[in-house]
């Protein structure tokens, strides 16, 4: 058997240790990151936790008839923590994570408009170049590295006229083209896993759920780095020169990794509006104000669909908890509708993304790894749904009692429980990813084992 | 008057020489055809008067000038054809004579351009065609033709003939005669002796960086030129 | 003769089928993202013109109220929507579009445009600076990365030498025509962009600005040409100079992240709940719970007196409970000059990095200044929260002096009335003229020059160089 593969020369290894160098950054800081975001959530955990502890403790003591505060244990007060933690595997994916909320505290002066209002403190130009993530190295810096790696395995030979040498000697151009191309890219794939698996390792006990985002992640890299393989192979089958590999090659990374996920992007944004924040606050704010103006009617109007409660009632609500509650819940009349309607819209852009990624295997693979690890605007949205969706159920019944001038009874307030973020993970998008990305790669695989065999002819 | 002068000049390159004691003399309006095998000596003899090598020991003198202390000042009256004229092939022929042109210290008008030109025998319909258009006799021209354009006392040949079709080649040489003929110094270096053998007016025979006979080409017919070449060869092997 | 290289250059390049190829692409792409542009300009625009008049009205229409009710039902300061940032949105996405103005607190800007993106690859803005600032770049990486070693591979650059040619004229055509495209180019793409703009009536164009953006980006231009120039000038083959040239593109696009992570290692801002346990330990809970209060009530009430020459608070029959909730304003204010101030700090320290990272990357320096001259950049966020601020002091000083002068004994029970919100005046915002945008990037122009004028030398240094080092 002919050897084709030679060692690596030093350009080759510098291209490896730079990448692995990077790769080494990005998990560090990516490891980093989830650290002091578990942190960061450990301590208003603790304080919420107290502040809990102390308003059930006061409710107890008035459920005994022990004479308590009406400040204490008021229905409105009950703070519940709603935290999204970190994605299982989102240190390789943190680079815009701190753009989305992570954590608020509901209770009944929140509204849905402002429930996760919070201090922005990051400099905007931070968040605008966002930080280095492993996600990021296999999206962008991979594909290049590939194209270094591998645009001149044929050009030069054909280039220096020993292609036709070596096909009279018995060589296949697939085969030289195949081997070293394997050779040179492998190593990348190699160093990706490994700082994933350590990457995993470092960030803390792993679970079951968290070992199948893990094998996702890797099949998409696995699918993602065939893509380029096989794009890698198919320039250096069609240039001439290495000159016109080189910028070739240049020009397909550019196409793929920036061109048309841009372009995808852009007709995303153009076709579907997202909702405006400015917008929501206008609604929020001439809600507050109507529901101000007319507190007692609107009082009223929901106290008639509570009817059953209110022949319960016995004192009446004060009015700075009622018109409290009732501003909120005209603003939730006016901005939850919106937003339901919003992400109703997003799971749709969701599912249409599934189909026209193929046009873009960048986005593809964006997509598939964001959901892998649990990162992204789509983890955003379910939380922030998933809140609502909790909030919504606990201003009901805070209401009830706010309105009826009442505490809520322990059993009321076990109902409420606490808030916990079920994890999700968009198997569709991920599997679909896997199987443009394959798919892709076979047809491209095939196209240059083809052209290499028409220059094995013409070459003869 | 003298035009071309080397006086033992050596000069190697990584231990191996390339020239080794070369002293030569050319007069004006002389052609001085090297003749060589590969390897022999002859680029970089040309180099040499060139100014883009600078001999180990040993001077040269272009007209009086030594190229290597005032390279200025000798390629002012100096041109050069290579073996292969490098041209910008986005540009046409006419483009590109216009542009080396423009480095003359007394560019010519575009209609001596043109007719340098037809001069070189480059048939009109080629003058506005890119040069990467052009086969490598035509480049020839172009080349030829932007030496004749600078009215350069010296000219300097490297492998006129090599690639040229023998039609090709017989235009060539008639052009170089008629450069020749107007007086022009030409310093050629071929291994193609049938061209020279009419042209040169003396002849150098290098091997190994020597120059060992340098004779008169009136003395001798293409036979007898044939038949030293070869007995030379036979020698240094 | 530099007009003959030029004239050569230019027809070179003209009759080259790849510029051709990627002038068209870059075209047509910076029509796409003007229009873009342009409808994302109208789009916030109108939202916010929308968002303001709600705000307006719902601000007159609270009905009758106390002062200090109204101060904490507040007022929001929406940003300005720069006309600019059609063509260059900057940081507009990411940081708040809004501030809420209310009595005893400074609040950060929130409600971030890009909170309620649907989904974003992290490459993907098509805005006319992007495309202006990394593709166009690119293109000239493509076309000019042979400019020099492609002469010397096809044996011209020798037959320059024997024709008597000078390095530095041979620099001095390639510099010439780089001017020249880097002109044609910044006046075409930075027009182009601009061009929908003036369709929309809404907002004003600072022609100056454009005009400025325009320089700015032909500077770049020709300090890329030269970078590649140089390139092209040392090294040996296209095929090297090439991958140096590319390699400086993708360093200069994509260091920014890594500069922008080193950044926020640096300098980090502080944790939100940090934040705000500040505001509430020095801000609020020392005057309303502490010993500062007597003492910030006397020297504000002594000022009050100097100010009307009255001996006694009675005498002018001010509210005393209007005083106390001014002096804490006034207390809470320099807290918050100091508390924000190290916050603005903390973020302008990081620029700071990312400014010297402009240093080492023309492409970076020209985004900074792009930027700057659209007024989206971090300079700018801050101007617009400070403005915001003062003006959230001088209404809730307007509001909480009107209860100090009309409100007597009623203290909380007085009411003012639409006759009092009317004086409050709304929030406008004057974005920082160019003269002072121009002077906080002087790092980032000095640092384009240099790179031009060090480029363009050193390249005709390599030539002079290599065309006495060919004399073997």
Wanted: net charge negative; hydrophobic share 45%.
């Amino acid at each position: 058997m002919v050897v084709y593969v030679a060692s690596f020369s030093v350009g080759q290894l510098l291209v490896f240790g730079a990448f692995a160098l990077l790769v080494c950054f990005a998990v560090i800081g990516g490891v980093q990151w989830k650290t002091g975001v578990l942190e960061e959530q450990a301590q208003p955990s603790q304080e919420v936790a107290e502040s809990r502890a102390a308003w059930f403790e006061s409710l107890e003591l008035s459920a005994t008839g022990t004479s308590v505060s009406p400040a204490l244990a008021h229905p409105m007060n009950l703070p519940v923590l709603v935290l999204k933690p970190p994605g299982p595997l989102g240190q390789f994916s943190h680079r815009r994570e701190d753009l989305h909320p992570s954590a608020g505290v509901v209770n009944g002066f929140s509204n849905e408009a402002l429930i996760f209002r919070r201090y922005e403190l990051e400099s905007p130009v931070s968040l605008l170049h966002g930080g280095l993530d492993l996600l990021l190295v296999v999206l962008v810096v991979m594909p290049l590295a590939l194209c270094l790696l591998n645009y001149n395995h044929l050009a030069s030979e054909r280039e220096q006229g020993r292609l036709s040498v070596l096909v009279i000697q018995g060589a296949r151009p697939a085969g030289i083209l195949f081997s070293r191309t394997l050779q040179c890219s492998t190593p990348l794939l190699v160093i990706l896993v490994f700082a994933s698996v350590v990457g995993t390792v470092l960030s803390g006990p792993t679970d079951l759920s968290t070992l199948v985002r893990f094998i996702l992640w890797c099949t998409v890299i696995f699918a993602y780095w065939c893509f380029w393989v096989a794009i890698c192979s198919l320039v250096a089958t069609k240039c001439a020169n290495s000159i016109n590999a080189a910028l070739a090659s240049v020009s397909v990374w550019i196409l793929i990794v920036v061109i048309l996920p841009s372009g995808l992007q852009f007709g995303m944004d153009r076709f579907t509006e997202s909702a405006s924040k400015v917008h929501l606050l206008a609604l929020a704010r001439s809600a507050e104000a109507d529901a101000l103006g007319s507190v007692d009617q609107r009082a009223e109007a929901l106290m008639a669909q509570h009817s059953t409660e209110i022949s319960h009632l016995k004192i009446e609500a004060p009015t700075y908890y009622r018109s409290a509650y009732v501003a909120n819940a005209s603003i939730n009349d006016r901005v939850g509708g919106l937003l339901d309607a919003h992400a109703q819209k997003v799971k749709t852009n969701h599912l249409r993304l599934d189909i026209v990624q193929a046009f873009s295997p960048a986005t593809a693979a964006f997509r598939a790894l964001q959901e892998s690890s649990g990162a992204g605007y789509l983890r955003a949205s379910n939380f922030e749904h998933q809140v609502r969706s909790f909030f919504r159920h606990y201003f009901e019944l805070v209401g009830v009692a706010t309105l009826q001038g009442r505490r809520l009874t322990l059993d009321e307030a076990e109902e409420i429980g606490t808030f916990n973020y079920r994890e999700s993970v968009a198997t569709s998008t991920v599997l679909s990813a896997i199987a443009v990305l394959l798919v892709l790669s076979a047809l491209l695989l095939f196209h240059a084992n083809a052209t290499a065999r028409k220059l094995e002819v013409s070459h003869l | 008057m003298i035009a071309l002068q080397a006086s033992d000049v050596s000069k190697s390159f990584d231990n191996v020489n390339a020239l080794d004691n070369v002293s030569l003399q050319v007069d004006n309006g002389d052609v001085l055809g090297l003749l060589g095998p590969n390897g022999a000596g002859k680029t970089t003899l040309i180099n040499v008067f060139l100014g883009l090598v600078k001999p180990d020991t040993g001077r040269v003198l272009v007209l009086g000038k030594n190229p290597i202390e005032d390279p200025r000042d000798v390629r002012n009256d100096i041109s050069y054809v290579p073996e292969l004229v490098a041209l910008y092939p986005e540009l046409t022929a006419l483009q590109n004579l216009e542009f080396f042109n423009s480095f003359n210290e007394d560019p010519c008008s575009n209609d001596e351009l043109r007719q340098c030109l037809f001069d070189v025998r480059l048939n009109e319909k080629f003058h506005h065609n890119k040069t990467k258009t052009l086969s490598k006799g035509m480049c020839q021209k172009v080349g030829l033709a932007i030496a004749l354009a600078k009215n350069a006392r010296v000219i300097f040949m490297d492998e006129p003939w090599t690639g040229l079709d023998p039609e090709s080649a017989s235009e060539f040489s008639d052009q170089i005669r008629t450069t020749r003929n107007r007086g022009t110094t030409i310093l050629l270096a071929t291994h193609d002796l049938f061209h020279l053998s009419g042209l040169a007016s003396h002849i150098g025979l290098l091997r190994n960086g020597r120059l060992s006979n340098l004779v008169s080409s009136h003395e001798l017919d293409a036979k007898e030129l044939e038949q030293l070449y070869l007995d030379h060869m036979r020698q240094s092997d | 003769m530099i007009l003959a290289i030029l004239r050569k250059e230019l027809h070179e390049l003209l009759a080259d089928r790849k510029f051709r190829i990627l002038f068209a692409v870059a075209f047509l792409l910076t029509v796409i993202a003007a229009m873009e542009g342009w409808q994302r300009l109208a789009q916030d625009a109108s939202l916010r013109s929308e968002a303001s008049r709600i705000e307006r009205e719902t601000w007159l229409n609270q009905g009758e109220a106390n002062p200090h009710d109204a101060a904490h039902f507040g007022r929001y300061a929406l940003r300005e929507i720069p006309a600019l940032s059609a063509f260059d949105p900057g940081i507009l996405d990411y940081s708040g579009a809004s501030v809420w103005l209310e009595a005893h607190f400074q609040n950060p800007a929130s409600n971030r445009r890009a909170e309620n993106r649907i989904d974003s690859y992290p490459l993907a803005s098509v805005t006319p600076a992007w495309l202006l600032s990394v593709i166009v770049p690119l293109v000239l990486v493509i076309l000019l990365f042979g400019t020099v070693v492609a002469e010397r591979e096809r044996g011209t650059l020798r037959f320059l030498w024997v024709q008597n040619a000078r390095p530095v004229q041979l620099i001095l055509g390639k510099f010439s025509s780089a001017l020249i495209i880097a002109a044609l180019l910044a006046a075409l793409f930075v027009s182009l962009s601009c061009m929908p703009i003036v369709f929309y009536q809404d907002v004003t164009i600072d022609w100056l600005s454009v005009l400025a953006l325009a320089v700015c980006y032909f500077i770049a231009y020709v300090c890329i040409c030269g970078v590649i120039t140089l390139i092209s000038s040392v090294v040996r083959t296209s095929h090297t100079a090439f991958w140096l040239a590319a390699l400086f593109w993708v360093t200069t696009v994509f260091g920014p992240l890594l500069v922008a992570q080193a950044a926020k290692e640096l300098h980090p801002v502080p944790r939100d709940r940090d934040f705000g346990a500040a505001i509430q330990q020095e801000a609020q809970a020392p005057f309303w719970l502490g010993a500062a209060q007597y003492e910030e009530v006397a020297i504000y009430e002594a000022e009050v007196m100097t100010r009307h020459r009255a001996l006694d608070a009675k005498e002018l029959g001010l509210n005393r409970d209007a005083l106390v909730l001014q002096a804490h304003e006034r207390f809470a204010n320099r807290v918050y000059d100091r508390l924000y101030g190290e916050l603005y700090n903390t973020h302008v320290q990081q620029e700071s990095v990312l400014r010297s990272a402009s240093l080492f990357s023309p492409i970076f320096a020209l985004q900074r200044i792009s930027r700057g001259i659209a007024r989206t950049d971090t300079s700018a966020q801050i101007h617009f929260a400070e403005s915001a601020e003062q003006h959230r002091r001088d209404i809730i000083e307007q509001l909480n002096e009107d209860m100090m002068y009309n409100a007597g004994e009623e203290s909380f029970r007085y009411v003012a009335d639409r006759d009092l919100w009317q004086t409050v005046d709304d929030f406008e915002y004057e974005s920082p003229p160019l003269n002072e945008v121009l002077k906080r990037y002087r790092l980032e122009l000095t640092s384009l020059v240099l790179w031009t004028l060090l480029s363009f030398i050193l390249a005709a240094v390599a030539l002079q160089l290599r065309s006495r080092a060919e004399v073997k």
